[in-house]
T-cell receptor, first 116, second 116 residues
Framework: DAGVIQSPRHEVTEMGQEVTLRCKPISGHNSLFWYRQTMMRGLELLIYFNNNVPIDDSGMPEDRFSAKMPNASFSTLKIQPSEPRDSAVYFC??????????????FGPGTRLTVL | AQSVTQLDSQVPVFEEAPVELRCNYSSSVSVYLFWYVQYPNQGLQLLLKYLSGSTLVKGINGFEAEFNKSQTSFHLRKPSVHISDTAEYFCAVSDEGSGNTGKLIFGQGTTLQVKP
C-alpha cells in the first residue's frame, strides 16, 4: 500500500492567495483527519470525516478554512485568503476503525505551507 | 475535557544510555493511549498503544511504555538508545467514550536528542 498521500509536499504562496491541500487516504479507510503542526501550538486537529461526512470541525481556526471529502479516496483543505499565520505543516491521517481497539491513525508525510 | 501533558520538551541523552519520556493525561473516562514518533521531515508513525490488559506495552524499535492508572501516566522507555532514535515523540489519548470517532488529543511533543 502506498500509504496516505499528500500533495503538494511544499507550498509557498503570497498572503491573500487561495491554497488547496490534497489528501488521498489509504484505500479502505473510512475516517480521515486533518491536522496542523506549528512550533507554537503543536499538533492540532482541524477537522475529521467519517464515511465522507464531516463529524467535527471545531478545530478549524476560522471561516477562511474549509475542508471537503467528495469521495472515499480524496479530501481537500482550502485556505482562502491565506495569511502568514497559516504557515505550518498540515498533516492528513486516515484510519479504518475509529474508536475500535484496532484503531491506528496512519499519517501522510505532510504539506509544508509558507505564506509570505 | 481530556488533555495530555508531556513534561519535557527536550531530552538530551548519550547513545546507548537509557531514556524515559514522560506523559501524563487527564480524562474522566477510560482511554486508549498512544505514542507516535516523528522523524525529521516525515509524518507521524505509531510506536505503540495501550488499549487494555497488561499495563506494560511493547512497541517497535525496542520501545516500551507502562500504563499507570493511579498516576494517570503513560511513560515511554528504551533501555539503550541509538543515534537513529533522534526524533520528536508524541503522546496521545483517544477517548473510549468519544462515540467511536477515534479522535486523538496529542501532547506538545518531546524532542529526543541522542548524542554520540
Amino acid at each position: 500500500d502506498a500509504g496516505v498521500i499528500q500533495s503538494p509536499r511544499h507550498e509557498v504562496t503570497e498572503m491573500g492567495q487561495e491554497v488547496t491541500l490534497r489528501c488521498k487516504p489509504i484505500s479502505g479507510h473510512n475516517s480521515l483527519f486533518w491536522y496542523r503542526q506549528t512550533m507554537m501550538r503543536g499538533l492540532e486537529l482541524l477537522i475529521y470525516f467519517n464515511n465522507n461526512v464531516p463529524i467535527d470541525d471545531s478545530g478549524m481556526p476560522e471561516d477562511r478554512f474549509s475542508a471537503k471529502m467528495p469521495n472515499a479516496s480524496f479530501s481537500t483543505l482550502k485556505i482562502q485568503p491565506s495569511e502568514p499565520r497559516d504557515s505550518a505543516v498540515y498533516f492528513c491521517a486516515s484510519t479504518s476503525h475509529p474508536g475500535a481497539s484496532t484503531d491506528t491513525q496512519y499519517f501522510g508525510p505532510g504539506t509544508r505551507l509558507t505564506v509570505l | 475535557a481530556q488533555s495530555v501533558t508531556q513534561l519535557d520538551s527536550q531530552v538530551p541523552v548519550f547513545e546507548e544510555a537509557p531514556v524515559e519520556l514522560r506523559c501524563n493525561y487527564s480524562s474522566s473516562v477510560s482511554v486508549y493511549l498512544f505514542w507516535y514518533v516523528q522523524y525529521p521531515n516525515q509524518g507521524l508513525q505509531l510506536l505503540l498503544k495501550y488499549l487494555s490488559g497488561s499495563t506494560l506495552v511493547k512497541g517497535i524499535n525496542g520501545f516500551e511504555a507502562e500504563f499507570n492508572k493511579s498516576q494517570t501516566s503513560f511513560h515511554l522507555r528504551k533501555p539503550s538508545v541509538h543515534i537513529s532514535d533522534t526524533a520528536e515523540y508524541f503522546c496521545a489519548v483517544s477517548d473510549e467514550g468519544s462515540g467511536n470517532t477515534g479522535k486523538l488529543i496529542f501532547g506538545q511533543g518531546t524532542t529526543l536528542q541522542v548524542k554520540p
